[in-house]
């Protein structure tokens, strides 16, 4: 039976951890870190995402707000906006919550993003520097990751990585962080045109899913103490749910905990992770700023 990584204990413990350094910048006479949080059209699942957001970063001591939007917001008009916020003095970070309305092009407005106040890790600059070791920001979502796995104490030097998804938010930056000098993981990165996928996630000692299909990783797929992280937040019918809905992960929960040595829960695992590091990203904003 596979220990639980405790996502929301973890990311409790974390935003702590901010908070308190929140609080000594401050006590130095700065300005709270300023965080915009621009929402478009009216996605429950995404203005649940942002209200989580904004919530933890008040929490902390951060001054966040949600800029929201109609859904027919021009594009010229979006990039207007975050242009006056990149020029904006006492704004550190703006996150632009994704998907965005299919007439705006999501490219075009992330390389909009002043490199400097991109608290996603969005923009090309950052993604670059990901890459050849000299982050200025980190992902969030694979940030998240790293940290709950240093915090757990399990072992990426010389293990074998797998993460199912090669998605630019999750998947190919995950693979950038496992490669880093010091976490000296091997990588492989799997996809939909993947050959014999079981074969390949087998050899995982950590299993990365993050495919956007609810329960995609059965038991049959991971090797017995495999480590399993469970990116997806997919929302799946229940009628017996007051919502109608559940939230299911990547991963085919009750199965792979029975063969897993760690597994992370939907929902309190990555999410939680997810948010905590976007609060770290804008407080290393506020200082460098
Ligand atoms: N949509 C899904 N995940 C994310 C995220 O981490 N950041 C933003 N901006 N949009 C998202």
């Avoid at 308190?20 to 870190?33: C, F, I, K």
């Avoid at 975050?82 to 999501?106: C, F, K, S, T, Y």
């Avoid at 014999?196 to 038991?219: E, N, S, Y």
């Avoid at 007051?242 to 991963?251: E, F, M, Q």
Wanted: one cysteine or more.
């Amino acid at each position: 039976m596979a220990q639980l990584i405790d996502g929301k204990a973890i990311a409790a413990q974390v935003r702590g951890e901010i908070r308190e350094a929140v609080s000594a910048w401050t006590a130095l006479g700065h300005r709270p870190p300023c965080l915009r949080v621009l929402l478009v059209g009216d996605d429950p699942a995404s203005a649940s995402y942002v209200r989580g957001k904004q919530k933890a970063a008040l929490e902390v001591g951060i001054d966040a707000d949600t800029l929201t939007y109609e859904s027919d917001i021009s594009e010229a008009e979006l990039l207007r906006i975050i242009d006056r916020l990149n020029r904006d003095a006492g704004v550190d970070g703006i996150l632009v919550q994704l998907p965005l309305p299919a007439h705006i092009d999501e490219q075009k407005v992330i390389y909009a993003l002043n490199p400097d106040k991109d608290v996603d890790c969005f923009h090309p600059a950052n993604v670059g520097r990901i890459m050849i070791g000299e982050p200025r920001f980190l992902p969030c979502t694979p940030a998240g990751i790293m940290e709950m796995l240093r915090r757990t104490g399990i072992e990426t030097r010389g293990a074998r990585a797998v993460i199912v998804g090669r998605s630019n938010i999750v998947g190919k930056p995950m693979a950038n962080l496992l490669l880093q000098k010091g976490v000296d993981a091997t990588v492989t990165v799997c996809h939909s045109r993947t050959r014999d996928l079981p074969a390949i996630t087998r050899q995982a000692d950590l299993l990365v899913a993050a495919i956007g299909r609810a329960h995609f990783i059965t038991a049959d797929m991971v090797r017995e103490g495999a480590a399993v992280i469970d990116v997806g937040i997919n929302r799946v019918e229940d009628a017996s749910r007051p919502r109608g809905y559940r939230l299911a992960g990547d991963v085919d929960f009750d199965a792979v905990r029975e063969k897993a040595g760690w597994i992370t829960p939907v929902p309190g695992g990555v999410g939680p992770m997810t948010i905590a590091m976007l609060l770290q990203n804008t407080l290393k904003a506020a200082r460098r700023s």
